[in-house]
């Protein structure tokens, strides 16, 4: 192809690519096949590449917000931190009401108990309280057998507040989230709240001034109760129901002073929900359905 020619393409692609961007993707790889050293064709080729992957991912999302929305589908994320319900966001592009493992440290083995029980019985007896704990952190923990894994230490309101000197020190987040509120523990189910229970570090606008555990602890069981109820009316009503879970840091395993609790085992907890919820319900890792089409094969369903 001559020269010219290969303007005269290039230049059309220019022409239409604010008209009809396939065609312009289209016309503009046939100059690149031509002359592939060309500065402008191979800077315009690669930005309709980048352009028509963004209209694919968002043609995507859409769908899977209309399967959402008439109760195709129900996403749930079961942690096993706060990170599960961002990356789902920020991947899926789904933003919907908040639900019961949203934020915290949820063990498979919490999510059984949870799904069990069906509520959550939080509440403050003072300083000998058998519902809650709160709890000391210790991020990338190294047990001798086990390996790498993430503990809890059970503490007390009293203890954190003697070791929590000012909001910059350097161990902060073993005692506090990065929210300013306690690791709370629930005894019973095992799992462990961030973002609820908060220290008087936190800004009014989280705790809207409320430091108190007897007035926050029984607040935290009623937001967690309706969410719960809120997971299991979206469970209810939708054909599929995908339980989402992310270990993002790789850890093998919650440890709860001594208790231990497997991460990556999800087999248990793939059986207790189809046993509660019903076979129409997937308890996969994030990996399986980081995209919309992931997702939608997982469940034997498509984009189209």
């Known amino acids: 192809m001559k020269p010219y020619q290969i303007n005269i393409i290039r230049d059309a692609a220019i022409f239409l690519e ?14 690149h096949e031509f002359r592939s050293d060309g500065p402008l064709i191979k800077k315009k080729l690669k930005k309709y590449q980048q352009q028509l992957q963004e209209q694919q991912i968002l043609q995507e999302q859409k769908v899977l917000k209309n399967l959402i929305d008439n109760g195709t589908i129900a996403i749930i994320p079961i942690g096993f931190r706060c990170y599960t319900k961002m990356n789902i966001f920020k991947s899926l592009g789904l933003k919907q009401a908040s639900l019961p493992f949203d934020a915290g440290f949820f063990s498979p083995y919490s999510i059984v108990k949870v799904l069990q029980a069906k509520k959550i019985e939080l509440n403050y007896f003072g300083k000998e309280d058998s519902t809650h704990s709160v709890c000391i952190k210790l991020e990338n923990y190294k047990d001798i057998l086990l390996g790498r894994g993430i503990k809890f230490k059970k503490s007390t309101y009293e203890e954190i507040n003697k070791l929590t000197k000012n909001k910059s020190q350097k161990d902060i987040n073993s005692y506090l989230d990065s929210t300013f509120g306690f690791y709370t523990l629930d005894n019973k189910n095992k799992f462990v709240l961030a973002h609820y229970n908060w220290h008087f570090f936190s800004d009014d606008s989280k ?17 967690l109760n309706n969410r719960l109820e809120r997971m299991f009316e979206l469970s209810g009503k939708a054909k599929h129901v995908i339980f989402v879970y992310l270990n993002s840091q790789g850890y093998k395993y919650m440890a ?19 046993d509660i919820i019903g076979d129409k319900c997937v308890v996969t890792h994030f990996s399986e359905v980081n995209t919309v089409s992931k997702l939608l094969e997982k469940i034997g369903l498509s984009v189209s």
Not at 207 to 223: C, F, L, Q, V
Not at 257 to 268: M, Q
Request: negative net charge; aromatic residues 2%.
């Open 18 to 31: 604010d008209k009809d961007l396939k065609m312009a993707h289209n016309l503009m790889n046939i100059a």
């Open 207 to 223: 705790s809207e001034g409320i430091h108190d555990p007897s007035i926050n602890i029984p607040k935290i069981n009623t937001i």
């Open 256 to 274: 709860i002073d001594d208790d231990i609790h497997d991460l990556n085992d999800l087999s248990y907890l793939s059986q207790t929900a189809k």
